[in-house]
Protein backbone atom coordinates (compact mmCIF):
# COMPACT_ATOMS: atom_id res chain seq x y z
CA UNK A 1 0.00 0.00 0.00
CA UNK A 2 1.62 3.47 -1.04
CA UNK A 3 -0.06 6.47 0.37
CA UNK A 4 0.28 9.92 -0.78
CA UNK A 5 -0.07 13.43 0.90
CA UNK A 6 -2.93 15.01 -0.19
CA UNK A 7 -3.15 18.75 0.00
CA UNK A 8 -6.79 18.63 -1.94
CA UNK A 9 -9.31 21.36 -0.88
CA UNK A 10 -11.43 18.97 -0.82
CA UNK A 11 -13.10 16.61 -0.72
CA UNK A 12 -10.06 15.95 1.19
CA UNK A 13 -7.70 13.75 3.09
CA UNK A 14 -9.20 11.74 6.16
CA UNK A 15 -6.92 10.41 9.41
CA UNK A 16 -5.45 7.17 8.30
CA UNK A 17 -7.07 5.63 11.82
CA UNK A 18 -10.45 6.27 10.60
CA UNK A 19 -10.19 4.76 7.16
CA UNK A 20 -8.76 1.46 8.40
CA UNK A 21 -11.51 1.63 11.32
CA UNK A 22 -14.45 2.10 8.52
CA UNK A 23 -12.44 -0.30 6.18
CA UNK A 24 -12.51 -3.31 9.23
CA UNK A 25 -16.27 -2.62 9.83
CA UNK A 26 -17.09 -2.88 6.15
CA UNK A 27 -18.84 -6.26 6.31
CA UNK A 28 -19.79 -6.13 9.59
CA UNK A 29 -20.42 -3.02 11.96
CA UNK A 30 -21.17 -3.94 15.47
CA UNK A 31 -22.05 -7.19 14.94
CA UNK A 32 -24.91 -6.48 13.28
CA UNK A 33 -23.79 -8.33 9.96
CA UNK A 34 -24.24 -5.43 7.97
CA UNK A 35 -22.15 -2.73 6.50
CA UNK A 36 -23.58 0.88 7.95
CA UNK A 37 -23.79 1.43 4.17
CA UNK A 38 -26.97 -0.90 3.81
CA UNK A 39 -28.52 -0.17 6.99
CA UNK A 40 -32.19 1.35 7.84
CA UNK A 41 -31.72 5.12 9.09
CA UNK A 42 -34.31 4.16 11.37
CA UNK A 43 -33.28 1.02 12.95
CA UNK A 44 -31.98 -0.03 16.13
CA UNK A 45 -28.61 -0.49 14.88
CA UNK A 46 -28.12 2.81 13.46
CA UNK A 47 -29.59 5.27 16.08
CA UNK A 48 -26.89 5.30 18.25
CA UNK A 49 -24.45 5.97 15.18
CA UNK A 50 -25.84 9.44 14.77
CA UNK A 51 -26.40 10.10 18.36
CA UNK A 52 -22.93 9.56 18.96
CA UNK A 53 -21.65 12.04 16.18
CA UNK A 54 -23.98 14.82 17.70
CA UNK A 55 -22.54 14.07 20.85
CA UNK A 56 -19.53 14.21 19.64
CA UNK A 57 -20.01 17.37 17.69
CA UNK A 58 -21.26 18.92 20.95
CA UNK A 59 -18.78 17.72 23.24
CA UNK A 60 -15.58 18.79 20.74
CA UNK A 61 -17.72 22.35 20.21
CA UNK A 62 -18.72 23.56 23.32
CA UNK A 63 -22.20 23.45 21.75
CA UNK A 64 -24.68 25.19 24.39
CA UNK A 65 -28.09 23.49 25.32
CA UNK A 66 -30.10 26.51 23.16
CA UNK A 67 -28.61 24.91 20.27
CA UNK A 68 -29.61 22.54 17.74
CA UNK A 69 -27.15 19.79 15.80
CA UNK A 70 -28.37 19.14 12.17
CA UNK A 71 -27.59 17.32 9.52
CA UNK A 72 -28.73 18.16 6.20
CA UNK A 73 -27.77 17.37 2.38
CA UNK A 74 -27.06 20.21 -0.47
CA UNK A 75 -23.71 20.76 0.43
CA UNK A 76 -23.24 24.49 1.99
CA UNK A 77 -24.12 25.72 -1.03
CA UNK A 78 -27.66 24.92 -0.60
CA UNK A 79 -27.33 26.99 3.05
CA UNK A 80 -26.63 30.04 1.14
CA UNK A 81 -30.28 29.79 0.31
CA UNK A 82 -31.67 28.26 3.26
CA UNK A 83 -30.50 30.95 5.21
CA UNK A 84 -32.00 33.93 4.06
CA UNK A 85 -35.66 31.69 3.42
CA UNK A 86 -35.19 31.02 7.48
CA UNK A 87 -33.55 34.49 8.89
CA UNK A 88 -34.70 37.24 6.68
CA UNK A 89 -37.75 37.69 7.80
CA UNK A 90 -38.64 40.95 9.52
CA UNK A 91 -37.04 43.07 7.54
CA UNK A 92 -35.95 41.24 4.92
CA UNK A 93 -32.92 42.45 4.77
CA UNK A 94 -29.14 41.38 5.93
CA UNK A 95 -25.25 42.48 6.12
CA UNK A 96 -22.83 40.43 4.10
CA UNK A 97 -18.87 40.46 4.69
CA UNK A 98 -17.31 40.03 0.91
CA UNK A 99 -14.41 38.12 1.56
CA UNK A 100 -14.48 35.86 -1.98
CA UNK A 101 -15.81 33.79 -3.96
CA UNK A 102 -18.18 31.69 -1.28
CA UNK A 103 -19.05 35.40 -0.13
CA UNK A 104 -20.13 36.14 -3.31
CA UNK A 105 -22.23 33.41 -3.88
CA UNK A 106 -24.17 33.56 -0.74
CA UNK A 107 -24.58 36.63 -1.39
CA UNK A 108 -26.14 36.30 -4.66
CA UNK A 109 -28.33 33.53 -3.62
CA UNK A 110 -29.89 35.78 -0.69
CA UNK A 111 -30.41 38.73 -3.35
CA UNK A 112 -32.17 36.19 -5.67
CA UNK A 113 -34.32 35.23 -2.64
CA UNK A 114 -35.45 39.33 -2.74
CA UNK A 115 -33.53 40.07 0.48
CA UNK A 116 -31.46 43.69 0.77
CA UNK A 117 -28.36 42.97 1.21
CA UNK A 118 -26.15 45.16 2.48
CA UNK A 119 -21.85 44.61 1.94
CA UNK A 120 -20.72 46.09 4.85
CA UNK A 121 -17.28 45.49 3.85
CA UNK A 122 -15.33 43.79 0.96
CA UNK A 123 -11.30 42.83 0.33
CA UNK A 124 -12.06 42.54 -3.42
CA UNK A 125 -9.87 45.85 -3.85
CA UNK A 126 -6.41 43.33 -2.99
CA UNK A 127 -7.65 40.35 -4.83
CA UNK A 128 -9.42 39.24 -1.55
CA UNK A 129 -5.83 38.94 0.57
CA UNK A 130 -7.41 39.86 3.85
CA UNK A 131 -9.89 39.94 6.01
CA UNK A 132 -11.36 43.59 6.31
CA UNK A 133 -12.22 45.21 9.81
CA UNK A 134 -15.47 45.41 10.82
CA UNK A 135 -15.11 44.57 14.46
CA UNK A 136 -18.85 46.30 15.18
CA UNK A 137 -22.05 45.95 13.23
CA UNK A 138 -25.53 47.77 14.05
CA UNK A 139 -28.92 48.40 11.42
CA UNK A 140 -31.75 47.43 10.79
CA UNK A 141 -30.61 43.45 9.70
CA UNK A 142 -32.20 40.35 10.20
CA UNK A 143 -28.59 38.65 10.46
CA UNK A 144 -25.29 39.45 9.14
CA UNK A 145 -22.99 36.65 7.20
CA UNK A 146 -19.61 35.72 7.10
CA UNK A 147 -17.54 33.55 5.35
CA UNK A 148 -14.76 32.56 8.74
CA UNK A 149 -12.10 30.88 6.37
CA UNK A 150 -12.29 31.54 2.85
CA UNK A 151 -10.77 28.13 1.14
CA UNK A 152 -10.23 29.56 -2.16
CA UNK A 153 -8.39 32.61 -1.04
CA UNK A 154 -6.28 31.36 2.10
CA UNK A 155 -7.95 33.53 4.27
CA UNK A 156 -9.32 33.32 7.85
CA UNK A 157 -10.78 35.98 10.16
CA UNK A 158 -8.83 36.49 13.52
CA UNK A 159 -11.57 38.26 15.55
CA UNK A 160 -15.54 37.68 15.52
CA UNK A 161 -17.21 40.39 14.62
CA UNK A 162 -19.61 42.07 17.44
CA UNK A 163 -23.39 42.02 15.92
CA UNK A 164 -25.39 42.65 19.17
CA UNK A 165 -28.83 41.10 18.75
CA UNK A 166 -28.31 40.65 15.26
CA UNK A 167 -27.74 36.59 14.83
CA UNK A 168 -24.37 36.07 13.27
CA UNK A 169 -24.34 33.60 10.81
CA UNK A 170 -20.53 32.17 9.59
CA UNK A 171 -19.96 29.73 6.61
CA UNK A 172 -17.09 27.92 9.07
CA UNK A 173 -16.81 24.57 6.06
CA UNK A 174 -12.78 25.11 5.80
CA UNK A 175 -11.95 25.48 9.04
CA UNK A 176 -14.48 23.68 11.60
CA UNK A 177 -12.78 22.27 14.44
CA UNK A 178 -9.40 23.26 13.28
CA UNK A 179 -9.47 25.28 16.68
CA UNK A 180 -11.75 25.99 19.55
CA UNK A 181 -14.95 28.89 18.19
CA UNK A 182 -17.07 30.09 20.97
CA UNK A 183 -20.59 28.81 19.16
CA UNK A 184 -22.18 31.11 21.67
CA UNK A 185 -21.38 34.13 19.63
CA UNK A 186 -23.28 32.80 16.58
CA UNK A 187 -26.57 32.90 15.51
CA UNK A 188 -25.93 30.09 13.00
CA UNK A 189 -22.36 27.93 12.02
CA UNK A 190 -22.47 25.77 8.38
CA UNK A 191 -20.22 23.61 7.25
CA UNK A 192 -19.68 21.28 4.14
CA UNK A 193 -18.41 18.36 5.92
CA UNK A 194 -15.47 17.06 2.90
CA UNK A 195 -12.88 19.51 4.00
CA UNK A 196 -12.37 18.60 7.62
CA UNK A 197 -14.99 16.43 8.83
CA UNK A 198 -16.16 13.41 6.58
CA UNK A 199 -16.32 12.53 3.22
CA UNK A 200 -19.02 14.61 1.08
CA UNK A 201 -22.51 14.11 1.81
CA UNK A 202 -23.38 15.65 4.73
CA UNK A 203 -23.94 19.48 5.74
CA UNK A 204 -23.73 20.66 9.65
CA UNK A 205 -25.62 23.24 11.03
CA UNK A 206 -25.59 24.84 14.39
CA UNK A 207 -28.64 26.90 14.73
CA UNK A 208 -29.56 28.70 17.81
CA UNK A 209 -33.15 27.43 18.82
CA UNK A 210 -35.09 30.90 18.91
CA UNK A 211 -34.33 31.30 14.91
CA UNK A 212 -35.62 28.11 14.11
CA UNK A 213 -38.77 29.41 12.93
CA UNK A 214 -42.83 27.75 11.81
CA UNK A 215 -42.62 30.30 8.96
CA UNK A 216 -40.05 30.93 6.85
CA UNK A 217 -40.38 33.27 3.56
CA UNK A 218 -43.48 32.08 1.68
CA UNK A 219 -43.02 29.57 -0.92
CA UNK A 220 -39.98 27.85 0.82
CA UNK A 221 -39.93 24.01 -0.05
CA UNK A 222 -40.25 21.71 3.18
CA UNK A 223 -37.00 20.05 3.03
CA UNK A 224 -35.53 23.93 3.05
CA UNK A 225 -36.89 24.50 6.43
CA UNK A 226 -34.91 24.49 9.31
CA UNK A 227 -38.09 23.18 11.58
CA UNK A 228 -38.48 20.44 9.25
CA UNK A 229 -34.79 18.75 10.62
CA UNK A 230 -34.98 19.96 13.61
CA UNK A 231 -38.13 18.43 14.64
CA UNK A 232 -37.50 15.07 13.29
CA UNK A 233 -33.63 14.82 14.68
CA UNK A 234 -32.14 15.33 10.93
CA UNK A 235 -34.55 12.12 9.90
CA UNK A 236 -37.30 13.74 8.11
CA UNK A 237 -36.35 12.14 4.94
CA UNK A 238 -32.96 9.51 4.26
CA UNK A 239 -30.19 11.32 5.81
CA UNK A 240 -26.68 10.59 4.27
CA UNK A 241 -26.25 7.50 7.06
CA UNK A 242 -22.63 6.68 6.11
CA UNK A 243 -21.06 10.12 5.86
CA UNK A 244 -22.75 10.85 9.29
CA UNK A 245 -20.84 7.42 10.69
CA UNK A 246 -17.73 8.56 8.93
CA UNK A 247 -17.79 11.70 10.36
CA UNK A 248 -18.37 10.34 13.95
CA UNK A 249 -14.91 8.46 13.55
CA UNK A 250 -13.49 11.46 12.63
CA UNK A 251 -15.03 13.55 16.03
CA UNK A 252 -13.72 10.84 17.66
CA UNK A 253 -9.77 10.84 16.44
CA UNK A 254 -10.13 14.72 17.19
CA UNK A 255 -11.03 13.85 20.23
CA UNK A 256 -8.23 11.13 20.72
CA UNK A 257 -6.54 14.21 19.88
CA UNK A 258 -6.71 16.49 22.07
CA UNK A 259 -9.93 18.32 21.01
CA UNK A 260 -10.56 21.45 19.16
CA UNK A 261 -7.39 22.89 21.16
CA UNK A 262 -5.26 19.43 20.11
CA UNK A 263 -6.37 20.55 16.84
CA UNK A 264 -5.23 24.02 17.25
CA UNK A 265 -1.64 23.03 18.22
CA UNK A 266 -0.77 20.71 15.38
CA UNK A 267 -2.66 23.23 12.69
CA UNK A 268 -0.63 25.52 13.99
CA UNK A 269 2.46 23.97 14.02
CA UNK A 270 2.03 23.12 10.47
CA UNK A 271 0.77 26.40 9.33
CA UNK A 272 3.68 27.70 10.51
CA UNK A 273 6.23 25.63 9.34
CA UNK A 274 5.11 26.41 5.71
CA UNK A 275 4.34 30.10 6.18
CA UNK A 276 7.70 30.09 7.75
CA UNK A 277 9.58 28.53 4.87
CA UNK A 278 7.28 30.86 2.60
CA UNK A 279 8.12 34.21 4.52
CA UNK A 280 11.90 33.47 3.78
CA UNK A 281 12.17 32.02 1.00
CA UNK A 282 13.15 34.24 -2.26
CA UNK A 283 11.61 31.87 -4.79
CA UNK A 284 7.89 31.69 -3.24
CA UNK A 285 5.52 33.81 -1.42
CA UNK A 286 2.08 33.34 0.32
CA UNK A 287 -0.26 35.35 -1.11
CA UNK A 288 -2.47 35.68 2.31
CA UNK A 289 -1.69 39.09 3.99
CA UNK A 290 -0.60 38.45 7.51
CA UNK A 291 -3.37 39.02 10.03
CA UNK A 292 -5.59 37.06 8.09
CA UNK A 293 -4.03 34.09 7.11
CA UNK A 294 -5.64 30.75 7.06
CA UNK A 295 -4.50 27.86 9.17
CA UNK A 296 -6.04 25.53 6.26
CA UNK A 297 -6.03 26.55 3.18
CA UNK A 298 -2.09 28.30 1.95
CA UNK A 299 -2.15 29.43 -1.47
CA UNK A 300 1.50 30.60 -3.03
CA UNK A 301 3.16 31.95 -5.90
CA UNK A 302 6.74 31.50 -7.40
CA UNK A 303 9.33 34.33 -8.35
CA UNK A 304 7.70 33.82 -12.02
CA UNK A 305 4.35 35.37 -11.12
CA UNK A 306 5.22 39.04 -11.39
CA UNK A 307 2.05 39.71 -12.45
CA UNK A 308 3.53 40.78 -16.10
CA UNK A 309 1.14 39.74 -18.86
CA UNK A 310 3.18 39.92 -21.78
CA UNK A 311 2.92 36.35 -23.55
CA UNK A 312 6.43 35.18 -22.93
CA UNK A 313 6.10 36.17 -18.78
CA UNK A 314 2.49 34.17 -18.84
CA UNK A 315 4.15 31.43 -20.76
CA UNK A 316 7.04 30.89 -17.97
CA UNK A 317 4.99 31.54 -15.46
CA UNK A 318 2.33 28.68 -16.24
CA UNK A 319 5.53 26.39 -17.30
CA UNK A 320 7.01 26.65 -13.76
CA UNK A 321 3.43 25.80 -12.20
CA UNK A 322 2.64 22.97 -14.22
CA UNK A 323 6.44 21.26 -14.02
CA UNK A 324 5.88 22.38 -9.73
CA UNK A 325 2.28 20.12 -9.63
CA UNK A 326 3.41 17.57 -12.17
CA UNK A 327 7.15 17.14 -10.35
CA UNK A 328 5.34 16.87 -7.01
CA UNK A 329 2.61 14.59 -7.73
CA UNK A 330 5.46 12.35 -9.28
CA UNK A 331 6.52 12.53 -5.80
CA UNK A 332 3.20 11.99 -3.65
CA UNK A 333 2.59 15.29 -3.12
CA UNK A 334 -1.09 15.35 -4.63
CA UNK A 335 -3.62 17.93 -5.49
CA UNK A 336 -1.75 20.80 -5.13
CA UNK A 337 -2.54 23.41 -8.53
CA UNK A 338 -3.64 26.65 -7.05
CA UNK A 339 -7.02 27.43 -7.95
CA UNK A 340 -7.66 29.57 -11.10
CA UNK A 341 -8.33 32.68 -9.19
CA UNK A 342 -4.92 33.26 -7.49
CA UNK A 343 -2.88 31.00 -9.92
CA UNK A 344 -0.01 29.11 -8.60
CA UNK A 345 -0.16 26.28 -5.84
CA UNK A 346 -2.27 26.02 -2.83
CA UNK A 347 -1.40 23.43 0.05
CA UNK A 348 -4.85 22.34 1.78
CA UNK A 349 -3.71 21.46 5.31
CA UNK A 350 -6.53 20.11 7.22
CA UNK A 351 -6.68 18.67 10.76
CA UNK A 352 -6.14 14.99 9.03
CA UNK A 353 -2.88 16.50 7.09
CA UNK A 354 -0.03 15.82 9.59
CA UNK A 355 3.31 17.87 10.28
CA UNK A 356 5.20 15.03 8.36
CA UNK A 357 3.34 15.70 5.28
CA UNK A 358 3.72 19.59 5.72
CA UNK A 359 7.67 18.83 6.14
CA UNK A 360 7.99 16.46 2.89
CA UNK A 361 6.27 19.58 0.68
CA UNK A 362 8.63 22.03 2.13
CA UNK A 363 11.40 19.81 1.62
CA UNK A 364 9.99 19.34 -1.94
CA UNK A 365 9.94 23.38 -2.53
CA UNK A 366 13.34 23.03 -1.42
CA UNK A 367 14.36 21.09 -4.24
CA UNK A 368 12.02 22.69 -6.59
CA UNK A 369 13.47 26.20 -5.91
CA UNK A 370 17.34 24.87 -6.45
CA UNK A 371 16.75 23.70 -9.55
CA UNK A 372 14.90 26.42 -11.25
C1 LIG B 1 -16.26 24.22 -0.25
C2 LIG B 1 -16.93 25.42 0.31
C3 LIG B 1 -18.26 25.72 0.03
C4 LIG B 1 -19.11 24.88 -0.90
O1 LIG B 1 -19.42 23.71 -0.29
P1 LIG B 1 -20.37 22.62 -0.98
O2 LIG B 1 -20.54 21.65 0.12
O3 LIG B 1 -19.62 22.09 -2.16
O4 LIG B 1 -21.62 23.29 -1.38
C5 LIG B 1 -18.81 26.83 0.63
N1 LIG B 1 -18.09 27.61 1.45
C6 LIG B 1 -16.80 27.35 1.73
C7 LIG B 1 -16.05 28.24 2.66
C8 LIG B 1 -16.19 26.24 1.17
O5 LIG B 1 -14.90 25.98 1.45
Known amino acids: MSRVYNFSAGPSCLPEEVLKACADEMMDCNGTGQSVMEMS ?3 KAYEPIIENTEKLVRELMNVPENYKV ?24 AAYINTGVWSKKAIAEAKKLGVTVDVLASSED ?38 GDIPLVADISSCILSEPLDVSKFGLLYAGAQKNLAPAGVTL ?11 PLAGTPTMLTYKTHSDNGSMFNTPPCYTIYVMGKVLQWI ?61 KEKEINDKFVKEATAAGLVNLKGHRLVGGMRASIYNAMSLDGVKALVKFMQDFAEKN
Open 41 to 43: HRS
Open 70 to 93: LFLQGGASTQFAMIPLNLALKNKK
Open 126 to 163: KGFNYIPKVEKISGDYDYVHITFNNTIMGTHYEYIPET
Open 205 to 215: VIIREDLITET
Open 255 to 315: KDNGGAEGMKKRNYEKAEYLYNYLDNSDFYHATAQKGSRSIMNVPFLTKYSTGATDEASVA
